[in-house]
């Protein structure tokens, strides 16, 4: 069965600071998918990321990074110089790859890191 | 604009009432699904639909009823069988078979049972 781990459950920074979000993930598939998700107090979920199983560049846009380690199962998220716009809950999640039988493109989640930016 | 409208964005309901929460598309997307969030657990998949007319429990079905009779629409609805109802519900839609990119959300709709 797939699992995701987000040990930290709430995390404070001072805004410019830096901050990581930690993901470990649990799948006996060799092929599959890694997504960072970002809610906003409005609800709706919005995709920031998907890595695909097979690539572990480490991939950087604007202010956020992410670092795929597969020898450790960790899909990890950094902000770079938080901002209080950043304040949100971030999830992360991991999709088996393609259609399976009765499986479709099902995400299982992480139980989220609620992140708070302060000034 | 394209997206996912859900309504209402906030329900009340007395218990042992059935509500039904509307989700609809015009993103032209054939797969559909309905989440539940509770605080500290996640989002937990409750059905998802792959193409009309057709539909499949997911971890929590339970309680719950959907239908899939046009592309656009997936409502869900929670009936009174639901022993623990209260809690933020999302729709979401992704393109469909073959595709493995990101699901695209509505806003939700917080439920409460009274």
């Known amino acids: 069965a797939q699992k995701v781990t987000q040990a930290q459950t709430e995390i404070s920074v001072v805004e410019k600071e830096d901050v990581t979000l930690d993901c470990v993930y649990e799948?006996?598939?060799?092929?599959?998918?890694l997504f960072w998700y970002k809610q906003p107090p409005s609800g709706e979920l919005v995709f920031l990321i998907r890595?695909?199983?097979?690539?572990?560049q480490n991939e950087i846009s604007g202010r956020y990074s992410w670092n795929f380690q597969k020898s450790t199962s960790s899909f990890n998220f950094t902000i770079t110089a938080s901002q209080v716009v950043d304040s949100a809950v971030y999830f992360c999640?991991?999709?088996?790859?393609?259609?399976?039988?009765?499986?479709?493109?099902?995400?299982?989640f992480g139980t989220g890191t609620q992140l708070k930016v302060e000034l | 604009d394209g997206g996912i409208t859900q309504s209402p964005k906030y329900l009340f309901r007395k218990e042992g009432q059935n509500v039904t929460l509307s989700c609809e598309q015009n993103?032209?997307?054939?797969?559909m699904y309905w989440y539940r969030q509770d605080p500290g657990q996640g989002l937990r998949l409750i059905y998802y639909?792959?193409?009309?007319?057709?539909?499949q429990k997911g971890d929590i079905a339970e309680g719950y009823s959907v239908s899939r009779e046009k592309k656009e629409s997936f409502p869900l609805t929670v009936t009174s069988a639901q022993k623990n109802p209260t809690a933020f519900y999302l729709c979401?839609?992704?393109?469909?078979?073959?595709?493995?990119?990101?699901?695209?959300f509505g806003e939700g709709s917080r439920l409460t049972v009274l």
């Open positions: 799948t006996r598939d060799t092929t599959y998918y």
């Open positions: 979401a839609s992704s393109i469909g078979r073959g595709n493995t990119g990101e699901l695209f």
């Open positions: 890595r695909n199983s097979f690539d572990e």
């Open positions: 999640a991991l999709s088996e790859a393609g259609w399976v039988t009765g499986g479709g493109n099902k995400l299982t």
């Open positions: 639909s792959q193409i009309v007319n057709d539909f």
């Open positions: 993103l032209n997307h054939d797969a």
